[in-house]
């Protein structure tokens, strides 16, 4: 694509990105309610739609290649949209080329595996999209805010002890290190809702009958830790957004914005990965040459002999009604030919 459009998908992200080694203070460095000068809803539809279509592309790229693959960690609290994002900023791909894995409170057997285990099970194959709602992260943060949880983890004494927070940041980031090494690139997604935006959406979930299945009462006992998954959120994203696998925070209020700016950092990784149709060496292409005079060989009569090159250029179709037509003239004038043959000899028979 153009070095111009890349600039310019480049330049919206930027804000987002949070940079390797800063100190982040959410409520304060990041607005949920940001929305980069974009005033209309409608202008944010259009740029959801360019960036659709811009991903359809490059996952037709990633998968023909089959070197990279792509893992999207996406993080909220309640209510912060995730469903959402996934069904619009995915809905141009093919679904062939994307995994969605989501991760509730881990079962008997996965408590009895280290922490990690379950995610790595869940890992994308080399030319595929994989998004993981919620993710490896809820380890710092839902753990963290409920550290009785580590104790259902079975660990070790000492491992429960001071520094598990900072050590399993560590773990993290070498983790994701050696994925990336390995030609999977990872990015890390928050998005980011505003208390009184939570409060609005779990009401509507209430007042709207169609949307009751998707609240629960343990949402808003959640919510009256408000303040601790702030502070947690916030160490995660300064310890663990790194030169290799950065965190973008994304304001979440407005949910047409949240789309739009999901799409723009997709689009801006893949741009920098730039996967490439594989291509083929000369043999393969002679060989193709010889099935191609084949099929076209076996064109019927009036029809171009490459429909897809007639379509393109559109001129084979044209091309191939006046071949049709030149061959019916031949054959009419080669009946009245010998018509006229025939008559003649009788009418010299006559004389």
Known sequence: MGDERAERIAEFVRPLRVEPGRKVRLEQDFDPRYKAGIRRKRDGVELLRSGVELLADYQRRLAAQDTHGVLVCLQA??????????????????????????????????????????????????GEIGIFNRSHYEEVLVVRVHPENLLRQKLPGAARGPGVWKRRYREINDWERYLTDNGFTIVKIFLNLSKEEQRTRFLKRIDVPERNWKFSPADVRERAHWDDYQKAFSK?????????????????????????????????????????????????????????????????????????AAKETGEGKAEGKAKGKAKGRGKGRGRGKAAGKGRGGKHGGRA
């Open 236 to 308: 995660m994203l300064s310890a663990t957004s790194t030169a290799w696998a950065p965190w973008y925070v994304i304001p979440a209020d407005r949910k047409w914005f949240a789309r739009v700016c999901v799409s723009a950092v997709l689009a801006h990784t893949l741009i920098g990965i730039d996967p490439r149709y594989p291509e083929v060496g000369g043999e393969t292409r002679r060989e193709l040459a010889e099935v191609k005079r084949e099929l076209e060989r076996q064109a019927p009569e009036g029809e171009p002999a490459d429909p897809f």
């Open 77 to 126: 609290l309640d209510a912060g949209g995730k469903d959402g994002t996934i069904r619009h900023v995915m809905s141009g791909v093919n679904p062939q080329g994307v995994r969605v894995a989501g991760f509730k409170v881990p079962s008997d057997d996965e408590l009895d595996h280290d922490f990690l285990w379950r995610y790595h099970r869940e890992l994308p194959r080399r």
